[in-house]
């Protein structure tokens, strides 16, 4: 069976392990050679307890024995492993695998590992044999360690310092995992099975790389020596389940009535850049906010990693694409958003703008793409507003900053700001509207905000959104296209 998916001519057989290998395997059944897995420290009787140690020299009870013999069991089945999983992945035929079942696949594992144990002298109980088959197959098919992390629907990212320290971010929190890697080697393995799976390449003159696994996560890693302590991987999980904007408004990332402000303000195709830190929900933010687009609309979305999953009918999806191993076929946003344009788009959605694009995005927005909305990495309103400056200076574009402001003045009309608060929690701190220009300035008016009013015992921030008490300079449209909003929206809490 195994010869179906074995490669052609390779050197190893899986029958016969390497003298070196046993030898390892056997090495390793010494305590000496398990510190990598970290097990309990051998009971020194130096300093702790002398005079015991010197009146009666340790004699082992019969639970030390029996733990001690465990322990080297351990060791030497992590050392099984670790040459198990090294030998599927030199004697399998990649491309047969992808057309075999999975049920093939793991009958296929399980007998080449029943086969190696065998060979090891190695017996495993039911358990530990299940367990095994499961590792293997995950080092195989997936992201080896991390694949049950992958699997979890509570983890929101993963995040590898290293191959022995691995976090996850559930509810907004940074948690230690006690998964590990067995070293860089193996680590760096699975990264680079990833990438090469994605048609990129990874290693010291090509030390970082970003790409979508095949279910849609954002994958990104950083190998060494660009990464001091060990490879650096992020991953941002795919949510099938995008979060509504009624899900927000249960989770206490906006109120309702900010919820009805900007289902207006979409509706009524303003230009909204959703701006927040790394991690803040800007791309969640943006993907709830079209879901208030007309399903007659054509939209048009542009992204580095497609993330967003609009639910209208009409919608293109872009991806920009990286250049490939020899520095060729980058497409930039940049490309995408100009050929966007000649694609009759009623809206268009860039992800994130943050380069060169902006300009185009600007231009966008102000001749008639109207309703078009993107993020930018910024801290407040004002500080996206300096962003785009920034942006549009870095693009090497000459115009007086007067020129600049008033571009990006009577292109965008609507700054969303999202934050992660120190407790974890995601929040729209601020909904602002950009009204104009006074002299070199900018002008805005914030409609809503978070206002903070205390601290929780556990830590958790105790807080309520409030409206400013400014009527919105877009109420007159507003009401003309049919979103009547109360007046009391606007009232403060
Ligand atoms: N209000 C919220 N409540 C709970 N979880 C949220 C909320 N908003 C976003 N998330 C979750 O937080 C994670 C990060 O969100 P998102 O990808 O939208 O952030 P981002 O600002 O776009 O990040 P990046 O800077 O990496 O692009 C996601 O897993 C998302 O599901
Ligand atoms: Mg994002």
Known sequence: ???????????????????????????????????????????????????????????PTAEAVAADKERKRKAKLGEVKVELHKRLLENLNLSALEHATEADLRAEIASIASEALNEMSMV?????????????????????????LLKDDTVNDILVNGPHRIFVERNGRLQLTDITFKDEKHLLRIIDKIVSAVGRRVDESNPYVDARLADGSRFNAMVPPVAVDGSLVSIRKFKKEKLGVSDLVRFGAFSEAMAAYLEAAVATRLNIIVSGGTGSGKTTTLNALSSFIDNAERILTIEDTAELQLQQTHVGRMESRPPNVEGKGAVTQRDCLRNALRMRPDRII?????????????????????????????????????RLENMIAMSGIEMPTKAVRSQIASAVNLIVQVNRLQDGSRRMTSITEVTGMEGEVITMQEIFRYERLG???????????????????????????????????YEPA
């Open 455 to 489: 601290l929780e015992p556990d830590g958790a921030i105790i807080g309520r959104f409030t409206a400013a008490g400014v009527r919105s300079h877009f109420a007159e449209r507003f009401r003309q296209w049919g979103y009547d909003l109360p007046a009391s929206i």
């Open 1 to 59: 069976m195994f010869a179906r998916f074995k490669k052609a001519g390779s050197s190893r057989p899986a029958e016969a392990p390497p003298p070196q290998a046993t030898a390892t395997a056997k090495a390793a059944a010494a305590p000496r050679a398990t510190a990598g897995t970290a097990p309990p420290p051998p009971i020194s009787p130096v300093a702790s307890n002398p005079p015991q140690s010197r009146s009666q020299p340790p004699r």
């Open 350 to 386: 860039v992800g994130e703008t943050r380069g060169e694009e902006v300009i185009d995005m600007l231009q966008a927005m102000n001749t008639g793409h109207d309703g078009s909305m993107t993020t930018i990495h910024a801290n407040s309103a004002r500080d996206a507003v300096s």
């Open 124 to 148: 495993l109980n039911k358990d530990e044999r299940l367990a095994l088959n499961q590792e293997l197959y995950f080092e195989v098919m997936g992201l080896g360690p991390l694949e049950p």
